[in-house]
């Protein structure tokens, strides 16, 4: 019985991996903590209103994480499969800001700031060295970046479960409904700042050059671009766009360890809609956030993670290269 | 002016196919392969048992190693799906141990049958696909499956999961590590064979040539398909069968053992141990899954007290680091450090071989 009494090398290893089972999150909300109904409306309209607001607000989330990989992804051929550590990497950052009593603008500023200098850092220091290596090396690294994060989030932030509160009430009345505030500020934020993003991408010269290196990197180069210089650019907007997501989220739920699953759900919206589609990622952003929160409404919160992929694997055998993704992306055998 | 020397061509090329891809050449390697073996059957004698009982992780980390290795490093498809698998290996194990009571060897066949019909299916989805959703995937696989596994425990089993008996093979129970030690040698040392013979097969040139260009292994005649579902399926049954030994040694089977940090140590284990390299999946399990005995040593020493929370926070650091330093500075890992080792005091005191002796 000796092997049995001493320490199991398997619980060992289970001390490595703090990524327990997702906690439930999503449609919970919208069963358990559902505002008060303002007198004047009938309940089932509030219900509506509220379900509506936690799927637009997840929506928007989860658009902003995908909008994050799918910009470095276009640039640099690098999927991040770090999105959820580094969402909640910075949202520790806001969450510390917040609770050392600064108010909450501030705190996002301070995150958006580290979230910024993150990006550049993950570029200059690793991606850089890997670029042009098969797509596996970029990818396996992001997973080592991942790990260190997420080792970092314990050492430095202790890794519980903290919140990001923005000092507002608790409600906000919009014509007769009373909607909880913390989904209707990540509503907002979120399609904000996906739309500050995509149009800048779309329209400012900086978009232009980061299109122009995603397209052709050779060309770009001889017309002059420095494209070392875009493609920290682009990482660091990318990991901008993450690190928003990640406050976003702990603003409206919690920051922890095991929320990091929001960037598993972020990549399964990416591959639906397409890895280098920003249109794809933003409509495949709704259909996860529907399926996530129908399934908690309507079987179980538990099974929020694997509804998704469901879809996901009925696209893969569809349309592989997703909704809106380039064919030519996929080299199929 | 200095006319360049043509290299003098040895007399004693390997010409015979047996001799080239012979795995140990001449008196010398084959006396060094028995005192190797002499000292791995002696190794549990010497060692205090919890030092064997750590060997026994070891063993059981190479073996899943092993497969990864084979199915990233050589076919090229990234698996973060090897805690899923192992998963899989020690859940079909339980199971069927608890349903109908079947003896240990026959478990883990069924474990590895049940890893590789679900490795199958994984390659069917995710042949159409690139390496990179490939790899994606398996995440999703890895999540799913760990939500399917808590769902079945939560719903049939204890909150514990399922606790197994004693394991015996006829006669003899398996009690001690030393008796565990020598089941997990034999069984490791099939498995690293295997994959040494594998790789020197045609199904595992096959598994090389795909993994290095699909497109072009086609076009040499080689069956893609077929690589890539042989190569998954083979794989994911030798990883469930180590999930199933790891999970008869531990006693008990429970999904919270199959985190995601758990695949990412194996991917760590061949990134560190050399990607692609038999050698190197052994070197790389071996260091990652002594490091975090090593790391407490060395904070006990330094008189560091840390809370486990913390501790574990930093064993995820020194992985994640351990990745990304390897992956950018020692793309080929401890197996290439190995090599260089070994032939710069072979050849000592001299940099490098004369061309003529390089061929014995």
Redesign the interface.
């Known amino acids: 019985m000796e092997a049995r009494a001493s320490a199991s090398w398997d619980q060992n290893w289970g001390k490595l991996g703090l990524l327990p089972l997702p906690a439930p999150r999503g449609g919970e909300r919208g069963r358990s903590n559902l505002p008060p109904i303002h007198p004047s409306i009938s309940p089932d309209c509030a219900l509506v209103a509220a379900f509506a607001l936690t799927v637009v607000a997840s929506w928007g989330i989860y658009a902003l994480l995908g909008l994050g990989i799918v910009l470095v992804y276009r640039t640099s051929r690098i999927l991040n499969i770090a999105g959820g550590e580094i969402a909640m990497f910075i949202g520790y950052v806001g969450a510390l800001a917040v609770a050392d009593g600064l108010p909450f603008p501030i705190a996002v500023a301070l995150a958006i700031a580290a979230a910024m200098a993150l990006g550049v850092a993950i570029f200059w220091l690793a991606i850089r060295r890997v670029m042009g290596e098969p797509p596996h090396v970029g990818l396996i690294l992001t997973v080592g970046i991942g790990t260190i994060l997420n080792g970092l989030m314990i050492v430095l932030f202790g890794g519980g479960m903290v919140a990001i509160p923005t000092g507002l009430p608790a409600f906000t009345t919009i014509g007769a409904v009373r909607l909880p505030t913390p989904d209707v500020v990540a509503a907002v934020g979120a399609w904000l700042c996906v739309a500050i993003i995509a149009l800048a991408y779309r329209l400012t010269n900086l978009g232009l050059q980061m299109r122009a290196v995603a397209e052709r990197v050779m060309l770009s180069a001889q017309r002059g671009l420095n494209v070392d210089r875009t493609l920290a650019l682009s990482w660091m907007i990318g990991i901008l766009a993450i690190g928003l997501a990640g406050i976003l989220h702990g603003e409206r739920a919690l920051i922890a360890l095991s929320a990091s699953v929001i960037g598993v759900s972020a990549l399964i919206a990416c591959l639906i809609g397409g890895m280098d589609s920003i249109k794809g990622v933003v409509l495949a952003a709704l259909i996860v956030a529907l399926t996530e929160n129908f399934t908690a409404l309507y079987l179980d919160p538990r099974y929020v993670l694997i509804a998704p992929v469901v879809i996901l694997l009925l696209i893969l055998i569809v349309r592989p290269w997703g909704l809106f993704g380039t064919v030519e992306e996929l080299r199929r055998v | 002016m200095i006319t360049p020397r043509a290299p003098r061509i040895p007399a004693s090329l390997p010409i015979s196919a047996g001799r080239t891809f012979a795995l140990r050449r001449g008196r010398a390697q084959w006396s060094s392969v028995f005192v190797g073996i002499l000292a791995l059957l002696a190794l549990p004698v010497v060692l205090p048992?919890?030092w064997v009982?750590?060997v026994?992780?070891c063993l059981?980390a190479v073996i899943g190693a092993v497969a990864l290795n084979l199915l990233?490093g050589n076919a090229?498809l990234?698996s973060?799906g090897q805690?899923a698998f192992l998963g899989i290996g020690a859940f079909a194990a339980g199971l069927v141990q608890r349903a109908y009571n079947v003896p240990f060897p026959m478990a883990l066949g069924c474990a590895a049958l049940a890893g590789g019909l679900v490795g199958y299916v994984v390659a069917q989805?995710s042949?159409?696909?690139?390496?990179?959703?490939v790899?994606?995937?398996t995440?999703?696989l890895h999540?799913?499956v760990?939500?399917?596994f808590?769902?079945v425990q939560a719903v049939f089993l204890d909150s514990s999961g399922i606790l197994l008996p004693l394991p015996s093979l006829g006669v003899l129970e398996l009690?001690?590590?030393t008796q565990?030690y020598y089941l997990l040698l034999a069984i490791t040392a099939l498995v690293v064979l295997g994959a040494l013979n594998l790789l020197r097969s045609f199904i595992g040139r096959r598994w090389i040539a795909v993994g290095e260009h699909?497109?072009a292994a086609?076009a040499l005649g080689v069956p893609?398909?077929q690589a890539?579902l042989s190569a998954f399926t083979a794989t994911s049954a030798v990883t469930a069968l180590a999930g199933a030994l790891?999970?008869y040694?531990?006693?008990t089977v429970s999904?919270?053992?199959y985190?995601?940090?758990?695949?990412?140590?194996y991917?760590?284990m061949i990134?560190v141990g050399g990607i692609g390299s038999v050698l190197g999946s052994v070197l790389g399990a071996m260091f990652i899954?002594l490091l975090?005995y090593v790391l407490d040593q060395l904070f006990l020493v330094a008189d560091l007290k840390f809370r486990?929370?913390?501790?574990?926070?930093?064993?995820?650091?020194?992985?994640?680091?351990?990745?990304?330093a390897f992956?950018?500075f020692e793309?080929r890992g401890l197996a290439e450090i190995w090599r260089r080792m070994r032939l710069s005091a072979s050849n000592w005191p001299f940099q490098y071989r004369s061309a003529s002796r390089v061929a014995r």
């Open positions: 048992p919890f009982h750590l026994n992780g059981i990233t090229r990234v973060l805690a989805l042949l159409r696909l690139r390496a990179l959703y790899a994606v995937t995440l999703v999540f799913a760990v939500t399917l808590s769902f009690r001690t590590p565990w699909d497109v086609e893609v398909k890539k790891s999970a040694y531990v006693g999904f919270e053992s985190t995601f940090g758990l695949a990412i140590a991917l760590a990134i899954t975090p486990p929370n913390i501790l574990a926070g930093i064993h995820q650091i020194v992985f994640g680091t351990l990745i990304v992956l950018l793309p």
